[in-house]
């Protein structure tokens, strides 16, 4: 008992200073937005939920919620079935297979601005002018036409990461399953529906999670390329968030930040609750 005892203490010891970061950095400022958003930003005069209805009556935020939205349902679907396509073809490979996997991660080291720079080229007028290179205000970028390509900017982003996590499932289910289903006369579209995707429960649900926080951090590349106010189809949570600090409206930002957590804390309950993994971990 006394060993035990003294396991769990020493246990406990290595993650304390964990603990004190999580605490000092998330928990507690956390806990002071959740304060903020039921104050006023200049004098911190309670106001109860006034900032709640004030945030959700925002026609900005409406507008920001609806595209983060939409953004989120348009880009999880079509990253999941690519990237499992993708990792699908690569465990298969015999040759090349590592070659490939850098290629799709090769993303994932561009830098920012270099990614933008290439928007700019692809999706704006351009030409020389007194013998420099000039990009001029907006093609592509000023039309809805902005939005699918913020779409295919974040897959493109994330695809290979996803596409390893995958084959990271797939390399988990045995191989002795396949064969005996081959043994039994099932083919390539059984065994994927009977053993693949049972086998890739529970890598589906950190993809779908991983990829559902990263559809949050597209803002950088929207705001480099278009500015605090770019075209409407593209204008995100994040960019309303932006011009709320900018102007010091703590307190709406505040409370839209709580609405923003809430919103995915649900997600995920609903999420687990899908996938059945109470009592899993």
């Not at 020493?10 to 998330?26: E, Q, T």
């Not at 529970?202 to 779908?208: N, P």
């Amino acid at each position: 008992m006394w060993s035990k005892l003294k396991k769990d203490s020493l246990d406990a010891l290595f993650l304390l200073p964990s603990i004190l970061g999580v605490s000092v950095f998330v928990l507690i400022p956390f806990i002071d937005v959740i304060r903020r958003s039921f104050t006023n930003a200049i004098g911190g005069q309670f106001l109860g939920i006034k900032n709640y209805q004030i945030v959700l009556q925002n026609e900005a935020f409406l507008i920001a919620a609806k595209n983060t939205f939409r953004f989120i349902c348009v880009c999880i679907p079509l990253l999941l079935t690519i990237s499992l396509i993708l990792a699908l073809l690569l465990q298969n490979m015999k040759k090349g297979k590592e070659l490939l996997k850098s290629a799709y991660l090769l993303p994932m080291a561009v830098p920012i601005a270099s990614v933008v720079f290439v928007w700019k080229i692809l999706f704006h007028k351009n030409g020389l002018v007194n013998g420099m290179f000039h990009i001029e205000d907006l093609n592509w970028m000023g039309t809805d036409y902005a939005f699918y390509v913020l779409v295919g900017s974040y897959i493109w982003k994330n695809l290979g990461y996803h596409v390893v996590l995958w084959m990271a499932g797939l390399s988990g289910i045995s191989r002795s399953l396949y064969e005996a289903a081959g043994v039994d006369g099932a083919g390539t579209l059984r065994k994927f529906i009977y053993i693949t995707l049972p086998g890739l429960r529970g890598t589906c649900f950190t993809v779908v999670i991983l990829a559902f926080l990263n559809s949050f951090k597209v803002f950088r590349e929207a705001y480099l390329v278009a500015g605090d106010y770019p075209h409407q189809s593209m204008y995100l949570l994040q960019h309303v968030f932006n011009n709320w600090f900018r102007e010091l409206s703590l307190d709406k930002l505040s409370a839209g930040a709580v609405l923003t957590s809430i919103f995915l804390l649900i997600f995920i309950i609903l999420l687990k609750k899908v996938w059945g993994m109470e009592g899993e971990g």
